[in-house]
Every structure is written in structure tokens, then in C-alpha cells.
């Protein structure tokens, strides 16, 4: 044939090139490409040549075409083909317009084209089932071996039978018949639980083949090609898989098969159509390991049950347990509950109550005691998920063990078993222990259980041998120390075995020794324990006093007390021992007797001990203090002996009046005994209107005080005092206080009384240095308080003849002073401050009573003269016959007095007025006359008796004038005296000694003139009041300052109309200042050059307000909202803006 072949390269949806191969027989070579298709074109015919021969050579793929002999040369050469994933088809175009791809002459696999091992050769042919187009797409259900040989004939007979052919006619004519491209179904891909896997083709009648892929247990993927034949029967090329010829249904056996690997299964029509492809995972062999066996023991220590589970189970394994009872519960059928093994290593119960779960990391549950009947057999095997079962294993359910322990105060507890057989038996025995017990109380004790519960029985033990907690519980009483009890469990069937059976340990003698050796699984289980060393000492005996005197002691309840050791004063004062000493024959309580060493002191069989009144003396100590078998000894009992019956009188108790105040002091007896009573009875005087006396019982106690019935009235007597104080304002002035002892014989004492005092007014000196009068309250109408004073540094005390009266709505004062108004401030009702009094001097506060007034005026029997030029006071202090007295001395005078007030007139002259301190004695004045020079002035006060309004101020300087025709006098300097603008001061002096602070004062007003002008300069200008309304102040150049000094302390309120060209204004030497300020005031009085704030900020035209806190500032014509807040010097203003000016003023002054 010719060899003008060409070669369409083609993807998925298109041709991208066209390769021509020459025909001077020269080899063409194309680069493979992957996802291509590569179309054999005969350019003769336009329809593929029908024979090829193929051959590969190492991954290049050769082909060669008729003519040619392959193993010598190739035609065409498909560099690399074998580089990619064998999807790339070599196809063409049949006489029949289909196309087709080229498949092996031999019908073997291996000589596919896409299969080719190197250096094997294969004749190829169109054949197999047609193409739907020659463009590349990846289709896994194209199998090359569906046609088979006969299909290379078939096509090859199809196309006329030799090579270069033209068409021919075909017998069937197919190019009249509709093209079948219906896909058949999938087939269907089952794992079996057994591993294989079953493959079935679909129900498709035109169903041609069916190809298989799997992995075989090395892990090698292996394939499978079903066919069926013309006859309807089907064939397999894979030995490996079994084939049902008729149904096509094909086995992979589960050992030809990995397990968990996927199997796919697709199939092909007659027409070439290839359908979806079924798949599934293939199962895991079924396993016929028989898998281990669990494990099941009995503790030894209770009536559990421990199941083990096997360590080599799988997820799904499961372990039964099978419980067949006794019958305790009357009901012996089985139970059984499986364990079930989880994929995180745990296993899971179906009944968890009575077998437990098994949590991740264990390897066994435990079944509880009371899960499990003594004695039921547990039987336990493990299943795995494929039925295969280990051997069975089994345990007998042992006996539970009746428990003893030891609680936290040293008890022996016995713990009942609770699943037990009625008729079974816990039979308690001891073996040692401390000799010096003489029995051992838990010898031979039987509990038995009967269809109720547990009963117990012993032939000789006492009830308080065993305390009974509940139903299962005991504390066992009264056991020997050290000694090894035994609690054995016997089974009921079993009982007649075991008793008489002696152990090598010997039991206490007397009872029958118990078999004790433990084998539950027969029918005895045995537990021990120690009874602890006994280190708990007995309790203390009961020591009591009768009232006859006599003493008992009663011996503690503890069971193993051995002596009571007794300490006491005989009746002659002499310490006296006796020991008291309990016998027990044979170690039975019932037989026990005590005995005493000591004659004086008796005892009974049972240890109750007595000790006579006449062999005790009264009121002494009596101790006891128990020992027991062990040594231990515990504390001491004790009581005071009674007193014998007793006749005598007790003491009388003591009342006494207070000296110093109101109140009345009771003095209990020393010698009075518990129970012992003072009685108190006052009898009111007429202060309250009603005379009807009160009673007030206080009693002795244990503990040596005395508790009232009436604690408001008379308080309770603490332990360690001996007295008590009834308040003055409990005890009316004057009343009757009467006291008397009673003891509890009846014995009554002396009567003893008092007459309560007079309450006294009392004199203070409060944190000022100010004397306080605090006056009584529980007063008689018509009593009297009257002030008198000695000595001190002046001529005169104003506190002299005040005298204080009380009348029916409280205390009025009469007084001869002057000045009442100052000499007394009163703070309340019962509270005054004495003012303007003598330093030093002592003043006196007489109280008294209405009824002896007439008995003390004018009687001068004291020997300290008091004041003359008034009536003088009996001073002497006799409360209960009418007078009391308090005396104060009044603190030294340290306090300065203020400062004198200097002020300047109209003319130029300055005036100087001395402060209003009650004691200046002395002003000193300093101050320039006109001719510069400086002079003093010292002006002095005489004040004959003590008295302003008759004394005098007299100058020892000529220029300086004092004008006594004041009641404060007036001292001037005349203005031709003192020089214009200079400094005037003044200080003053008192009666103590202390000079108080200059009061500055600066003179400025000319001679003949209104105006002063300050000039050039920084100055101050101080003024003490008003500016004069006609004078005008200019402050002139410089930063000048306009100070008001207020020097009487008093409110004022002032403009600065009179002023000009200052820069700042200070009220801050004045008290409540207040100051007017109008807009064109500013405007005057301003800086000229910038003022510059603690910021940095520069402000102009400013005029500046410093003051106190009370101080106020009230603007006219200027708004009284705040444009701002600056700080200046440290201090901070608000700023009020004036037009072109701004007003700072001080955020301590009020602005309104």
C-alpha cells in the first residue's frame, strides 16, 4: 500500500496538529504528548490503514506500516509515549465511518498497545467496539480485549480483505441500522462477611463483557475480563476469580482479595458502549482464632469477685459473666451480664449494678461483695464478634468476712457480713493481751442469722459489752488491750465441723476454742484484729459537797478504773491522803468489793466514798483522780467541802457618802459566803415628790461577785472588788442608805446607814483654757450655787458673788456684775463658761441645801480670806449638813491680747485705740515725727479695784495725747507730730505679761490737702476702714498695691472710687470684706504693661482682686460671667472682662 499516511494529533474537542509521513521511507519522530489521541490517516483512501505492526522500545513507541519490517525499521516513531498514563489511544476511522482503536491480532492482553513490555513486537488492527469520536477523552471502561480476534476479523472482512482496499460491500449493511450508544447498567459489587467478594453484570441484554480490578493480598492490583460468549455463557481470563457460567456472577475468594481494598466492576455492550463502574471495599476474613479465656478469682479479703478480661480482645469481643446464686436469696436461677469491648480500650456492662464497667487503662471489674451470694459460682467466658468462644472459667464466691476495725476513738468495730445464708454464724474469740485485765469480754460472743436479721447470744457477757450502731454494726466494750480478737464467719451447713477444733494460738481459758483457720470456699472466713494499747486515761471521779458539810466521791463509769487516789484538809487544817482500791475475783464485776486505807474515809462495794463533815474542814478542796488497769491516770474531780450548819452573824456590810461627788459607796463583806445576800434600801428625800424607798438585793456567787437584782440602781460587784458605787444620779441629795447582810441560814447582820451628799457643781477647764461650771441635776427646789474666788493676779475677779438658784423650771443666776452678759456664757441648761476671771486665782463652787442656807451667809470660817467688798461663804465642806464645795484654779494667762486699732484722720493725725482684751495694762506706740526721727510712746493702764470704768491711761510722751472721756480710751498723735506717709505702730501688753502682734498703719494724707499721690515707685497703701469720701489716692507710676487692714476684725464694706492707677487691691488683712467694684473702677486701676500668667500667656490692661475665702466681691455694670481662669503667681483668679480690660479676681472671693 502506498505509504502517504498522515497523523492527526487530537485532544479532547479538537485536532491541534497534522504530522504527514514522506514517502522516501524516511522515519518520522513525534514528540508523545499526554491526553491525546493519535488518528492513522491513508491519505488514498481517508480511512485508516487496516494492519499496523507496533513494537516498544524502551518508553518510545514504534510503528510500522505495510512494507516495512518492524524489527529492521519503523515508519513512525511516538517519542515518549510510554511516559504517560496509557490513556492515549492509537485509533482510526473504519470503511464503516466509526472509529475504532487499534487492538492485538493475538486477542492477548499483554500485547495491547498501551500494555507493550520493551522490546516486544504485536501486529495490530482496527477492531474492538467503535469510538465515538477520535477526540481524547479519559475513558477507563474501554478494555482493547472485548473485541477479541474474532472482532479483528470481523472488521477485517468488513473492509474488503486486503490492505489499500476501497470499500466494499458489507453483508449486514450496518450503515442502515441506528448506532446502539446506550450504556449498560453497573454492576453490582458485594463484600460478603466472610472477605470474598461477589460481582454480578448487569441485567443489560446486549451486555458483552465485564472487566474486574482488585488488590490481592500482596497488595498487587490484578484484573479480570468477564465475557460472554455467542452461546450466552460466560468465561473468565483471571483463574483467580470463580465464574458462574450461566449467571456471569463472579467470586474473588477472600483469600485472593486484601482486606478493606476497593473492588470496581464495569461493563460493555455489543456496541462498544461501556457503563459507570460499581465498586465496594472488600470484608476481612472471618477469623477462627478461638480467643483467650478471662480470668475469675475470690478475694481474700471480702466477699468479692474480680473478673479479668483478656488482653488480646478486639473491639466487639465480649466477656459473660454468669452469677449462679446460693440460696441466700431464695432464688438460685443464674444472671448473667456481658462486658463488651470498646475501641478505646474500655469495656462496657449490660448491667452495670451488678458487674461494673472496665475503664480504659484497667483490666478487670470487680463484682461487690453484696452483687454476689457466698458461695454462688461465677462462671465467665469471652465471645468474639465470629462466635468463636474460649474455654469457660470459674470461682466459688467466698464467705463474707464479718470486718473488725478500730475507729477514731480506739474502739473495736465488728461490721455484720450482709449476704449471708440464714443459720450462719460469727463466733467472736480473743487470744492474749494486757495481764493486768483479769477477762477479756468478747470471749464466746455468737451473732446468728435468722430470717429477720442478726441476733447475738452470749452465756455471760453484759449488755454494755456491745453497742449496738445499726443493723450491721457493733463497738465491742470492755476488751483487753493488746489482745488479737477473731470474728469467724461460719457457714451454716458447715457449723457442725468446725467448734472444739483447737488452735495452736490458746485461747482465754473457760470457753471452747474455735477452728480458725480460713478457707471460704468450705465455709469459714476468719478476720482479726489488735485491740490498740489502752492510752486513754479513765474519767474524773464526781466530787460533791452536801450541806451538812460531808463530801462524796463517786467513781467514773469507765470499766477497767483499778484506784481512786482522794486529797484533803482535815479539820485541824493537816493534808490527808486516801486510796481507794476496787477488787475484782476471778475478773467479774459482779463479785467486785473496794476497799479504803484510810479510816476517815468510808466506802461502799461499789467505790461511792463519803467523808464525814467533822473529819473535812469547811470550805477546803477535796480532790479525786481515777487510775485504770493500764496505768493511765485520769483528771483530778474536785469540789469544796460544805460548811458545817453554821449560827453565826455574818459581818455587816459597809455604806459610806462620797466626798467628792453625789454617789453612795457600799462595802460588801469580806468574809461573806456564796449565796450570801447584801440588801440596800433607799429611802428618796423630796427631789422627786415621792418617798416611797427602793430595795436592792445584791448576792454572793461562786466565782466571788456580788450579782444585783437591780443593776441600774446598784450595779453587780465584780470578782476581785469588794465594793459598789450607786451613781449620784441614782441617789437622790439627802436620801437614806441603808445596808444589811443576810446569809442563807437566815442570819441577819447590823443595820448599817448613810445620809447620801449633796451633789456638787463642778469646775473645768475645757481644750480654751476656759473655765466650766457644770451644775448638779438631782437638786432640791430653793438649793443654791454660789461663785467665789481667792487670790490671783488682778485686783478684781469677775466670777465674785454669782450665785445659782433653782426653782421649779430649772436654775436661774443672780449675779452683781457689771456685765453679766460677758462675765457668763451659758452652753446648756445644767453647763456655763466663766469668763474674765484672775489667772491663777481659786475659784470655789458652794452648794447648799435649801434648808441650811440661813445657817452658812455671813459665817467667815474660813481661814482663806476671800475677795473683799462682798459677802463671804462658810467654805467648809459638810455635804450632809447642807454644803458642799468645789475648787478650780483658774490657768495662768497665756494668751496674748489682739492688736490696737490705729486709724488716720481727715486733718493728718492718727488715732490709736487700745483692743478690747478686758487685762491690757500697757500700749506701746512707735512712729516718725516730721523731722524724720523715730519716737515711742508707752501708755499706761491704772485701774483702780480691778475696774475699767474707774481707771486710766496716762502717756510718758507729751506728743502723744490719751483722751480718758471714753469708755475705751482714745490716743492720739497730732498730724504737726507725725510725719506724712510714715509707718505708725502699736502693740499691747496685759496683766500676765503677753504682748501681742504691731498693728501697722501708714500715714499718708497731707496737711491742708485730700489727694495723695504716690509718685513713681512700687507702693503699698494700707487702710483700716472707709476712704474719707472727699480724698482721692493716686497711685502713680510703677506697680502699686492698695491694701485694706481691718484692724477691729470687723465686717466692713467699701468702694475704690477714691483710687486710681493701682494694679492690684488686697482685702486679704481683713475679715468678711466686701468690696464694690464699677466698670469705670477698672478703667482707673489697671496695669499699663502686660502681666504675663504661669503659662506664659501675656495679658493686657489687667487690675487684680487678692482675698480670703468669705471675702465677696460685688460688680456693677460688669458681667458676672467668667471668660476664664488663669493662675498667676501660683494662685488662682477668674477673669472678667471689662471692654479693652480684664479684672482678675481671687477663686477664694465670692463675686455677685
Do not use: C
Amino acid at each position: 500500500m502506498s505509504k502517504n499516511i498522515s497523523v492527526k494529533i487530537n485532544t479532547g474537542n479538537k485536532t491541534i496538529e497534522t504530522v504527514k509521513l514522506n514517502s522516501a521511507n524516511q522515519k518520522v519522530i513525534i514528540k508523545a504528548q499526554p491526553h491525546v489521541n493519535y488518528e492513522l490517516v491513508d491519505e488514498a483512501t481517508q480511512y485508516a490503514p487496516e494492519m499496523i505492526d507496533t513494537k516498544r522500545v524502551g518508553n518510545d513507541l514504534h510503528i510500522a506500516f505495510e512494507g516495512t519490517d518492524i524489527n529492521k525499521e519503523s515508519d513512525l516513531v511516538l517519542e515518549g509515549y510510554y511516559e504517560h498514563d496509557n490513556t492515549e489511544l492509537v485509533l482510526g476511522m473504519a470503511e464503516d465511518g466509526q472509529y475504532y482503536a487499534y487492538v492485538p491480532q493475538s486477542g492477548v492482553e499483554s500485547d495491547a498497545v498501551t500494555l507493550l513490555a520493551d522490546q516486544v513486537f504485536a501486529p495490530q488492527a482496527l477492531g474492538g467496539n467503535s469510538v465515538t469520536a477520535p477526540f481524547w477523552a479519559f475513558n477507563p471502561s474501554w478494555l482493547w480485549v472485548a473485541a477479541g480476534v474474532a472482532a479483528v476479523g470481523g472488521i477485517i472482512a468488513a473492509a474488503s480483505g486486503s490492505h489499500g482496499g476501497g470499500s466494499s460491500n458489507n453483508a449486514n449493511n450496518n450503515s442502515n441500522t441506528a448506532k446502539d450508544t446506550t450504556a449498560p447498567a453497573k454492576p453490582t459489587v458485594e463484600a460478603k462477611d466472610n472477605g470474598s467478594v461477589e460481582v454480578t453484570p448487569p441485567a443489560d441484554a446486549d451486555t458483552k463483557s465485564v472487566e474486574v480490578s482488585y488488590t490481592d493480598e500482596a497488595g498487587t492490583p490484578k484484573t479480570a475480563t468477564l465475557t460472554k460468549g455467542n452461546d450466552g455463557n460466560w468465561t473468565s481470563n483471571n483463574p483467580d476469580v470463580a465464574l458462574d457460567p450461566a449467571t456471569g456472577k463472579a467470586t474473588i475468594p477472600a483469600d485472593k482479595v486484601q482486606d478493606g481494598s476497593p473492588v470496581k466492576a464495569k461493563a460493555t455492550d455489543e456496541s462498544g458502549n461501556t457503563g459507570e463502574e460499581g465498586t465496594a471495599n472488600a470484608g476481612n476474613n472471618v477469623d477462627h482464632t478461638v480467643p483467650n479465656a478471662p480470668e475469675v478469682t475470690s478475694s481474700t479479703t471480702d466477699g468479692s469477685v474480680t473478673v479479668q478480661v483478656p488482653s488480646n480482645a478486639k473491639t466487639g469481643d465480649m466477656v459473660e459473666v454468669t452469677i449462679t446464686p446460693d440460696t441466700v436469696s431464695g432464688n438460685a436461677t443464674p444472671i448473667t451480664v456481658t462486658l463488651t469491648k470498646q475501641a478505646d480500650g474500655s469495656w462496657t456492662s449490660d448491667n452495670e449494678s451488678a458487674v461494673p464497667n472496665v475503664k480504659d487503662g484497667e483490666n478487670s471489674s470487680i463484682i461487690p461483695e453484696d452483687k454476689v451470694e457466698d458461695l454462688s459460682k461465677v462462671t465467665v467466658v469471652t465471645k468474639d464478634a465470629m462466635g468463636n468462644t474460649s474455654n469457660k472459667v470459674e470461682t466459688i464466691a467466698p464467705l463474707d468476712p464479718a470486718k473488725l476495725s478500730v475507729n477514731e476513738e480506739g474502739n473495736v468495730v465488728l461490721t455484720l457480713p450482709k449476704q449471708v445464708n440464714e443459720g450462719d454464724l460469727i463466733y467472736l474469740n480473743a487470744i492474749g493481751g494486757d495481764p493486768t485485765y483479769y477477762y477479756n469480754e468478747a470471749i464466746g460472743i455468737e451473732f446468728y442469722k435468722t430470717a429477720t436479721g442478726w441476733s447475738y447470744f452470749s452465756e455471760t457477757r453484759r449488755d454494755e459489752d456491745i453497742t449496738k450502731v445499726d443493723e450491721y454494726t457493733y463497738i465491742l466494750n470492755n476488751l483487753k488491750p493488746t489482745s488479737k480478737i477473731s470474728a469467724q464467719h461460719i457457714e451454716k451447713d458447715a457449723v457442725e465441723n468446725f467448734p472444739n477444733n483447737a488452735d495452736d494460738s490458746s485461747s482465754d481459758n473457760r470457753f471452747g476454742k474455735f477452728y480458725t483457720i480460713s478457707d471460704r470456699t468450705k465455709g469459714s472466713v476468719v478476720s482479726y484484729v489488735i485491740v490498740p494499747p489502752d492510752n486513754v486515761p479513765p474519767g474524773k471521779p464526781t466530787v460533791s459537797s452536801n450541806a451538812d458539810g460531808s463530801v462524796n466521791i463517786t467513781p467514773p463509769t469507765d470499766k477497767d478504773v483499778r484506784t481512786i487516789e482522794v486529797n484533803y484538809i482535815d479539820e485541824n487544817g493537816n493534808p490527808r491522803n486516801a486510796v481507794l482500791t476496787r477488787d475484782l475475783p476471778d475478773g467479774n464485776s459482779h463479785y467486785e468489793q473496794w476497799t479504803s486505807n484510810n479510816p476517815d474515809v468510808k466506802v461502799d462495794k461499789n467505790g461511792e466514798a463519803t467523808i464525814s463533815a467533822d473529819k473535812v474542814k469547811d470550805g477546803s478542796e477535796v480532790t479525786a483522780k481515777a487510775t485504770d488497769a493500764s496505768g493511765n491516770t485520769g483528771e483530778e474531780g474536785t469540789a469544796n467541802a460544805g460548811n458545817n450548819v453554821d449560827h453565826t452573824v455574818p459581818n455587816a456590810p459597809e455604806v459610806t457618802s462620797s466626798t467628792t461627788d453625789g454617789s453612795v459607796t457600799v462595802g460588801v463583806p469580806s468574809n461573806a459566803k456564796t449565796g450570801d445576800m447584801v440588801e440596800v434600801t433607799i429611802t428618796p428625800d423630796t427631789v422627786s415628790g415621792n418617798a416611797t424607798p427602793i430595795t436592792v438585793t445584791l448576792t454572793k456567787q461562786a466565782d466571788g461577785s456580788w450579782t444585783s437584782d437591780n443593776e441600774s440602781a446598784v450595779p453587780n460587784v465584780k470578782a476581785g472588788e469588794n465594793s459598789v458605787i450607786i451613781p449620784e444620779d441614782k441617789v437622790e441629795d439627802l436620801s437614806k442608805v441603808t445596808v444589811v447582810t443576810k446569809d442563807s441560814m437566815g442570819n441577819v447582820s447590823n443595820k448599817v446607814e448613810t445620809t447620801a451628799p449633796l451633789d456638787p457643781a463642778r469646775l473645768s477647764v475645757n481644750e480654751e483654757g476656759k473655765v466650766v461650771l457644770t451644775l448638779p441635776k438631782q437638786v432640791n427646789e430653793g438649793d443654791l450655787i454660789y461663785l467665789n474666788t481667792i487670790g490671783g493676779k488682778y485686783d478684781y475677779n469677775r466670777a465674785l458673788d454669782i450665785e445659782f438658784y433653782k426653782t421649779a423650771t430649772g436654775w436661774d443666776i443672780d449675779t452683781e456684775s457689771r456685765e453679766p452678759e460677758k462675765d457668763i456664757t451659758k452652753v446648756d441648761e445644767y453647763t456655763y463658761i466663766l469668763n474674765n476671771l484672775k489667772p491663777t486665782s481659786k475659784i470655789s463652787a458652794q452648794h447648799i441645801e435649801k434648808d441650811a442656807i440661813d445657817n452658812f451667809f455671813n459665817d467667815p470660817n474660813d481661814d482663806e480670806s476671800l475677795n473683799n467688798g462682798w459677802n463671804n461663804i462658810n467654805t467648809t465642806n459638810d455635804r450632809t449638813k447642807g454644803s458642799v464645795v468645789s475648787y478650780l484654779t483658774v490657768p495662768p494667762d497665756n494668751v496674748p491680747p489682739g492688736k490696737p486699732t490705729i486709724s488716720t484722720n481727715a486733718d493728718g493725725s492718727v488715732n490709736i485705740t487700745p483692743p478690747t482684751d478686758e487685762d491690757v495694762v500697757k500700749i506701746e506706740v512707735n512712729y516718725i515725727d516730721e523731722n524724720g526721727n523715730p519716737q515711742n510712746a508707752v501708755l499706761t493702764g491704772d485701774f483702780p479695784d480691778g475696774s475699767e470704768y474707774y481707771g486710766s491711761w496716762t502717756s510718758n510722751n507729751p506728743d502723744v495725747k490719751v483722751d480718758n472721756s471714753y469708755t475705751r480710751a482714745t490716743i492720739t498723735i497730732s498730724a504737726d507730730k507725725v510725719k506724712d506717709g510714715s509707718e505708725v505702730t502699736a502693740k499691747a501688753t496685759d496683766a500676765s505679761g503677753n504682748t501681742g502682734d504691731d498693728s501697722i498703719y501708714e500715714t499718708g494724707v497731707q496737711h491742708g490737702s485730700n489727694t495723695l499721690d504716690m509718685g513713681s515707685g512700687n507702693d503699698i497703701v494700707r487702710i483700716s476702714n472707709d476712704i474719707i469720701p472727699k480724698a482721692s489716692i493716686d497711685g502713680g507710676d510703677g506697680f502699686d498695691t492698695f491694701k485694706f487692714v481691718n484692724l477691729d476684725d470687723k465686717p466692713i464694706t467699701t468702694t475704690i472710687s477714691m483710687i486710681s492707677n493701682f494694679e492690684k487691691i488686697d482685702i486679704t488683712g481683713m475679715r468678711y470684706k466686701t468690696v464694690n467694684i464699677q466698670k469705670e473702677d477698672v478703667e482707673r486701676n489697671h496695669n499699663a504693661k502686660a502681666t504675663v500668667d504661669d503659662s506664659g500667656k501675656s495679658h493686657n490692661n489687667v487690675l487684680i482682686v487678692d482675698g480670703n475665702e468669705g471675702d465677696k466681691v460685688n460688680l456693677s455694670e460688669i458681667s458676672k460671667t467668667t471668660s476664664s481662669k488663669v493662675t498667676y503667681e501660683g494662685n488662682t483668679y477668674n477673669v472678667y472682662n471689662t471692654g479693652s480690660n480684664e479684672l482678675w479676681v481671687d477663686s477664694d472671693i465670692t463675686v455677685a
